[in-house]
């Protein structure tokens, strides 16, 4: 019987709490309210009629699509790709989290804070990857180098801004990126 009283009483709370529609109960019948109301029959009537009364009541779907609306997670697939260097067999695939204006390098680092994969870098004038995980440049020819779905930038990696769903791919390479597609500059 408690739940049945609960349940009369739950559409008026909902448009109380969400939408601040709460108007003062109106007692329409001959008898006063109680002082001391210690149970939701002599409470659930007036709010129930105030509920269906109201010209502010809110539907339930609104109600549900409030409850349900969290922030977005914006990911991005981060590929860290060093089969060609010979000497390491190293390939990772992760999906990283990005915030705004977040950028090939920024993701590059979250990487490194979550997973604490090794990462040495050079910062002038713009942002240059020495070694990712032990595997660094070996000579003029090699070094790491980056696409962003599947397109070399040709930017350093901390001017490129990523998006939600782009996917960032580090390769090593052992010939300046030609044997990759790279442009040459």
Known sequence: MKFIRLYI?????LCFFITGCAK????????????????????????QAQSTASSQAVPI???SSAVESRPETKTVTLIIDGRKSGDKNL????????????TVFTVLKHLYEQKKIELSYQSVPSVYIDAIDGLSQMDAQSGWIYKVNDIFQGKGCDKYEVKKGDVITWIYTRTLGKAEGAPNK
């Not at 019948?29 to 002599?42: C, L, V, Y």
């Not at 390939?91 to 977040?102: C, G, L, M, Q």
Request: no cysteine.
């Open 61 to 63: 779907s609104a109600v």
């Open 9 to 13: 009483l739950l559409p008026a709370l």
């Open 91 to 102: 390939y990772y695939s992760f999906n990283v989290k990005i915030e705004t204006n977040d």
């Open 24 to 47: 003062p109960a109106v007692n329409n019948s001959a008898e006063p309210f109680s002082s001391a109301a210690n149970t939701f029959s002599e409470v659930s009537a007036p709010l």
